[in-house]
């Protein structure tokens, strides 16, 4: 499986972007793919998740409200709309296949049981 991430960018606090992840070699028609982001010098955390095709979803509580998975099966794309972004989104983004969510905890592969996609970076600032 090949994730490509992309959509990062410079925006201002309150603006919005969209992030891309476009996904090739999934041999199985169910899957999951999930949203990670690492600030400098903080954790990498689980941003959000999607189970396809029964569209089940996670959000981590600090984006609830504000960001929203969705996938283009005819695209084989998984997209992150995020809005009234805030500075403490700062951070690069990836994308990951699986995503599995414990409790409410979102967590990427091993990179040797999985995918992950090269980062786009998101900046918020004025």
């Known amino acids: 499986v090949q994730l490509q991430a992309s959509g990062g960018g410079l925006v201002q606090p309150g603006g919005s972007l969209r992030l891309s992840c476009a996904a090739s070699?999934?041999?199985?028609?169910?899957?999951?793919i999930g949203w990670f982001r690492q600030a400098p010098g903080k954790e990498r955390q689980g941003v959000s998740c999607i189970s396809v095709p029964d569209g089940t979803t996670y959000y981590l509580d600090s984006v609830k409200g504000r960001f929203t998975i969705s996938n283009d099966n005819d695209k084989d794309t998984v997209y992150l709309q995020m809005t009234k972004l805030e500075s403490e989104d700062t951070a690069v983004y990836y994308c990951?296949?699986?995503?599995?969510?414990?409790?409410?905890?979102?967590?990427?592969?091993?990179?040797?049981?999985?995918?992950w996609g090269q980062g786009t970076q998101v900046t918020v600032s004025s």
């Open positions: 070699g999934f041999t199985s028609d169910g899957y999951s």
């Open positions: 990951a296949s699986p995503c599995t969510v414990v409790g409410d905890t979102a967590f990427g592969p091993d990179p040797d049981f999985g995918s």
